[in-house]
């Protein structure tokens, strides 16, 4: 038997070449039905990071996934970090415009994507000054001959073999992945990861989750929101099993996997849970198999924890809470739910939080602060942003290294348990996703007839926050709520556009003459 | 089924489509066959709501079961289920 050397967890890829040397034929996910086994993940993996090195990916060098949840987004993932690129996960809700934001701002040279985005991908190929490959999954389609190379999945792979090994020199310290996020400018901003960081991130999740390699864990949520793609990291790293699926807008076809592949880890959001509780009051649900949910991306109400326990009544629930910067903040132990049910918990293993006043004085417990994360799991800042970076992370005690200030106010008990306050800018938080004002503003303002605009975020018991808009039109307009929300559905992925659109004659004004945002509600 | 019946079902479903999704009446800018969630016309928030205006609009109760993209996910696909939930 051929010697194989011990392969050491250095980079985000090995997770896939241990797992898959160690229990080749299991099954590593099911999604449409359709099971893959680790040896396919490997190989598919392999051959596209061979095509990809091919086309001219070098270290480093940033490619796009911008797909469905389907089993080419996640051999493409593997893919490029086999061929030690830098993957950049692009939501599938989003539209042109911001497309060609990210693939320009990202400099990724390749494009993997589905045949059923081409309206919003095939407009903007002639915009982007990097891109010079776009690989697609779905029906195949002539496309006409352009700078930029277009061809299917199929062909691509046909041609390499998985059998060449790929030098990947990549080390520890470098980019794995941009993670994209709106920000406070309005323009979304690349959160810089590298291998070091995720894998950190990785292990002290499964860790405090308890996971095995027996888990089989239900991804419903985009793998482009990083809460969905670590549930796809953590499987792999583990040797587990993944069951994907699209969204969770079937809830029908959500049950049935969790019944017939006896799921054990249920990741959620507060709409979905929201949704799960709608259905049980219609017909009783329950899921025995599952023992952990999972909650994140916005406060799970209090009131929602015994209807849960009825659905999922062997599961510890995990209440958490994060951003993107660091992957994830702090979780609560499952045995305080009922204990300390406002609590988001403590720092998660391996890391540590606190809190500092304005100033930057320590705070006693009990007391409001601003919330400061320590640790391998923190950002190396955002892809080509200085300024931005710099307001996000601060200088540590040891020189040199970098501590994280997320802008959020808590509190901290005596057990050093934190409890969320609220924001200290006026980003929008809902159904789990982070939404820019400006962004949504910039959008209105773009609108013919338009005069004034401001978006603010409503308190909402299950989104956390909907978006509302304010608009005073020009004279003659004759612009209605209506059309506006139609061009923001086309312009805007759906959890950005306004679920009210209030037209004013004109809208309240600070004694500066700016819109005063806090008459509006 | 009477063909004018038909054409109604068709007609009410693709305008509360057009215009709860979309927010326009122009008909060209959604065809029958397209796949709701695959263009991101409903997502998993707006699935419930175009249930209750099924079973409002006519007269059926859909079951959980039947909350299947076969179903659900094509202005096609919704008025053959109809269709066949008014048949039974």
Known sequence: MAHLPPIIHRLLGDSLLISAQKNPSKVVVTTNDVAYTYQELLNYSAALANALQQRGLQRGGRVAIYMDNSWPALFSLYGVLLAGGVFVMINPQTKADKLAYILNDSDAHCLLTDIQLENNFYPVLDKLQQLRHVIYAGKEKEFLVSETLIEHFDKVLDKVSPDVFIKNRSVANDLAALIYTSGSTGSPKGVMHTHLSMLFALNSLIEYLRLSDEERILNVLPLSFDYGLYQLLMTVHLGATLILEKSFAFPALMFKRILEKKVTVFPGVPSLFAMLLSFHERSKQCFPSVTRITNTAAALPADFIPTLKEIFPNALIYKMYGLTECKRVSYLEPELVDIKPTSVGEAIPGTEVFLLSPEGKPVTSGDVGILYVRGPHVMLGYWKQKELSEHMLKDDVYPNQKILCTHDWFKMDNDGLLYFVGRSDDIIKTRGEKVSPIEVEHVIYGIEGVNEVAVIGVPDAIFGQFIKAFVSLKAKSSLDDKKIKKICVAKLENYMVPKEVIVMNSLPKTANGKIDKKQLS | ?88
């Open chain 2, 1 to 88: 089924m009477r063909f004018d019946v038909w054409m109604s079902i068709e007609n009410s479903v693709r305008n509360y489509i057009l215009e709860n999704y979309l927010f326009t009446d122009d008909q060209s800018e959604l065809t029958n066959d397209v796949s709701l969630l695959e263009r991101g016309i409903i997502d998993s928030t707006g699935i419930m709501e175009l249930v209750l205006f099924i079973e409002e609009a006519f007269g059926i109760k859909i079951d959980d079961d039947e909350m299947v993209p076969e179903n659900l996910d094509s202005v096609d696909n919704i008025i053959s289920f109809i269709k066949g939930k008014n048949s039974n």
